[in-house]
């Protein structure tokens, strides 16, 4: 049962790097278009990028993965400055600062 269950994960994790893969190359076609939308573009590549190397940190046994999360964070940061992004604050945080 425990190995399926990480044969599910693993294609989980497959899954959601070819969809990193496939933001990062659609942002890359916007950034080089300077297409209108670049900016959004940039800021989802940020979040799936974010979220594909958290999902990989889940892996620390694979050395591949491990740099595929590496990798992702460098994406991410990347992609967080030409979406113009800077630290947000929750709605709820704010608020409780107030």
């Known amino acids: 049962m425990q190995e399926?269950?990480?044969?599910?994960?693993?294609?989980?994790?497959?899954?959601l790097l070819q969809l990193c893969a496939d933001t990062c190359d659609l942002h890359a076609r916007m950034e080089m278009a300077e297409a209108d939308f670049a900016p959004q573009a940039a800021e989802l590549c940020f979040q799936i990028c974010?979220?594909?190397?958290?999902?990989?940190?889940?892996?620390?046994?694979?050395?591949?993965v491990i740099k595929c999360s590496d990798i992702c964070r460098k994406?991410?940061?990347?992609?967080r400055g030409m979406a113009g992004m800077?630290?947000?604050v929750k709605p709820s945080q704010m608020s409780a600062r107030l």
Do not use: N, W, Y
């Open 75 to 79: 994406c991410a940061e990347h992609c």
């Open 50 to 64: 974010s979220r594909t190397a958290l999902e990989c940190e889940k892996f620390p046994e694979d050395s591949i």
């Open 4 to 15: 399926q269950g990480m044969r599910f994960a693993q294609t989980e994790l497959t899954s």
């Open 86 to 88: 800077t630290v947000r």
